[in-house]
């Protein structure tokens, strides 16, 4: 049963992307990316990852639809190609590089596999200890802010940097204006 | 702008829930799925949802983008304050236990801690380049 749920989630994603990659008309590829999100959050869901799950629910069909919607309006929802002929050498890169990817995940443990070594490291003091040690029936939450309270800081002062990116970028002229009308200390209208 | 009556009414009576939604999402973190990145998201997209339905400038009136700013940097500080809290009460850098007088109770209060820093910076980051987005090619700030 689970495997029929899987396997249609995954064919979806499949005929998704192909639509994505072909289409010309950018607005309609970003609602198909939405989607693509929305599939990829109930895969997870399937798979038991619902913290994962709610995640990419919220910022892949979400937020990241609504930015691809104001970076359209900004610029423009209609691709414009340079060539239209075939070209042979990315097709080739492409395919080798997909079957090497797929060739290296004959190597991989099974999916939900007990004995793959990801499960023999850390994971079962994650997994036993959390009641003793911090006590947070959610154990997503007990890896993600304690155990690996330094990666999550990390995360954190991403979002930051690219939060000051974004407004360098986009608001700079606002900022520089900011500074100017604060530096002259006679102007119309206060800062 | 064109009057959307329905979209409207129908966004204050969802908006509350929505931010409702993100406080529990944030503070429940610990018992269920969820934490402070979901929370925080969620939370700037009903500021989104709001920008969305009554403009831009409607917007920037009842989420101030300077009040905006200092909550970018203030989520961020709380979470890097916490660590240096462990530091000074003789921890190691996020070290939680030292928190409090029970090492149970101060990993507690540091999880609760750094996940509502996260959730106030990721909240007002996605509302901060929602407006620059939007309100790219003005000249008002």
Redesign the interface.
Known sequence: MLDIVHLVLFTFLAVIAVAIIRLKDLFAAVMLMGIFSLLSASLFTVMDAVDVAFTEAAVGAGISTILMLATLALTDSKEHPEHNRFQAMPLIAVVLTGAALVYATFDMPRYGDPDAPIHQHVAPRYIEDPGDEIDVPNMVTAVLASYRGYDTWGETTVIFTACVGVMLLLGGHAIVERFRRRKTPVSDGDA | MISHHIPRVLSKLLIPLIMLFALY?QFH???????G??AG??F??GI?LYTLLFGLDRAKEVFRPRVLEIF??G??LL??GV?LAAIFAGGN??D?DVLAHD??HG??L??LL??L??GI??A???A???F??????RTD?
Do not use: K, N, S, W
């Open positions: 999402v973190g610990d018992y269920g799925p969820g934490g990145f979901q998201v969620i700037g997209a989104i970018v940097a989520g961020v979470y890097g660590g850098f996020l939680y090492p149970t990993q507690h540091g999880i750094v996940e820093g996260v910076t990721v007002a980051v996605m901060t380049i929602f620059q987005f939007a309100g790219r090619g700030d």
